[in-house]
């Protein structure tokens, strides 16, 4: 019941970034509205299917390390959780020349889909992305290929994917269909359970060497159940986030922001927003009567 009902719920998203051109968004519920830093941000009430705030939520920009959601999603329809990966050099030269955040992954360990799936998501491992595409398209440029298909599909109109780890590059996305993503992905309870979790303990083995990967995201101290952190020179300080307050469910998305600080900052504002609204007349927006609870 739940599966089918967050699935109408991506539907709507989808409807919503296929048919409706950035001057004609759904009204958001504007009391006080918060002084907004980010260059752009979006939050839905999902349970309500209300847009309670958009600011340029069409726009198309660099998205950092939120395209790794996209990557967990690709990675969730192929690959078994017990799958075992081998790290190669390339794997570990590849983060390491583009400066990227890492898991922390040594050439030749063997670990589980499962455990890449956490290295990706909470320490942002560019490492893990590489070694999963690798696997699983095979070949980066076949993974990418799946990824802007699986955009396609999701209706995600104003998203294209040139890389599976959000480093600079020709690719970018909007808020609105981040937001749509994070729905998305969020149906999947493994990727609802890795985005949630503040950290994950690997222990040694004969595979592979202990890791303790702790999520960046800080909102989850504030009850948020995920999603994904992200920054770039170029992407600004981005976050996708989902959270549930008084019983209903909100996902919203932050890019562009001026930092690690504001960005939780600025989500934690949407949130309080969001809040002062319950019970008032809203107009109804692309998700009206789509109630969801995400796992």
């Known amino acids: 019941m739940r599966n089918g009902v967050l699935i109408a719920l991506a539907a709507a998203f989808v409807t919503a970034g296929t048919a409706a051109a950035p001057a004609q968004a759904a009204p958001a519920r504007t009391t006080q509205a918060p002084p907004v830093t980010a260059r752009e941000a979006y939050l839905v009430d999902t349970t309500e ?41 390339a794997d570990v030269r590849h983060a390491a020349a583009g400066g ?19 290295g990706l998501m909470l320490p942002s491992g560019a490492d893990a992305a590489h070694a ?12 990418v290929a799946k990824m802007n298909d699986a955009a396609r599909a999701l209706g995600l109109r104003d998203t294209r994917y040139a890389n599976p780890d959000g ?4 690719g970018y996305s909007t808020a609105r269909d981040q937001a749509a993503l ?17 950290k994950r303990v690997v222990g040694k083995s004969s595979l592979h060497r202990a890791h303790v990967w702790r999520n960046t995201n800080d ?13 770039t020179n170029q992407a600004g300080y981005c976050l996708s986030f989902a959270a549930v307050r008084d019983g209903r469910t909100y996902v919203g998305v932050v890019l562009g922001e ?16 969001a809040g002062q609204n319950t019970g008032q007349d809203a107009g109804e927006g692309p998700l009206a009567g789509a109630g969801v609870t995400l796992p």
Do not use: C, H, N
């Not at 480093?167 to 020709?170: D, I, Q």
């Open 219 to 231: 909102l989850l101290d504030d009850g948020a159940v995920g999603l994904k952190t992200g920054f």
């Open 49 to 89: 299917g209300t847009v309670q705030f958009a600011k340029r939520e069409t726009r198309r920009v660099p998205i950092a390390s939120l395209t790794k959601v996209m990557t967990a999603y690709v990675v969730r329809r192929q690959a078994r959780l017990d799958d075992v990966l081998t790290i190669t050099k």
């Open 258 to 273: 001026r930092s690690d600080k504001a960005r939780f900052a600025t989500a934690r504002k949407l949130l309080d927003l």
């Open 182 to 198: 994070a729905v998305a992905a969020l149906r999947d309870p493994v990727i609802a359970s890795v985005a949630k979790t503040p």
């Open 100 to 118: 990227a955040t890492t898991a922390g992954l040594r050439a030749g360990e063997r670990l589980t889909v499962r455990d890449l799936l956490y």
């Open 167 to 170: 480093l600079p590059s020709k």
């Open 132 to 143: 999963l595409a690798e696997r699983y398209g095979p070949g980066t440029a076949r993974f």
